[in-house]
């Protein structure tokens, strides 16, 4: 047990108390603001809608790309059929090569979309955090 003569003096604890009110009411007052700009906007909103946003544009992209190399082959794969001469041939094969590799290269858009996700499902859950917070507060 503690002797009276370390037990902090009633000035100095109401002055502690103080400060601590004070700094609880900053940190509910900054937790209330977290997620609003001064305009009134959602930032975790607009965070998850824009990261949405580059994941639908990036597959949309990629799926034109993808439908494009398509179409080039198998417009590769009709003039190859027509042809006889072996050096034309090889040169529409270097083209098919090429546009293998483009197609294969459009798998970003899947890893990115996923990497994405993610990030959006981490800002839900803070998002989620900071209300519950508030909602404490």
């Known amino acids: 047990?503690?002797?009276?003569?370390?037990?902090?003096?009633?000035?100095?604890?109401?002055e502690n108390l103080n400060a601590l009110f004070k700094y609880v009411d900053r940190v509910r007052i900054k937790i209330a603001t977290?997620?609003?700009?001064?305009?009134?906007?959602?930032?975790?909103?607009t965070m998850s809608k824009q990261l949405d946003g580059v994941v639908e544009?990036?597959?949309?992209?990629?799926?034109?790309v993808m439908d494009a190399v398509e179409e080039s082959n198998e417009a590769s794969d009709t003039l190859r059929a027509a042809l006889r001469d072996p050096a034309q041939i090889a040169l529409l094969d270097r083209f098919t090569d090429s546009n293998n590799v483009v197609f294969e290269a459009c798998a970003f858009q899947d890893l990115t979309g996923q990497r994405v996700t993610k990030i959006v499902k981490s800002i839900f859950y803070v998002e989620d955090q900071v209300t519950a917070l508030r909602a404490i507060w």
């Open 1 to 14: 047990m503690k002797k009276m003569k370390d037990m902090p003096v009633p000035q100095s604890l109401e």
């Open 34 to 45: 977290l997620n609003k700009t001064g305009s009134g906007v959602d930032q975790f909103m």
């Open 57 to 64: 544009a990036t597959k949309d992209a990629s799926d034109r």
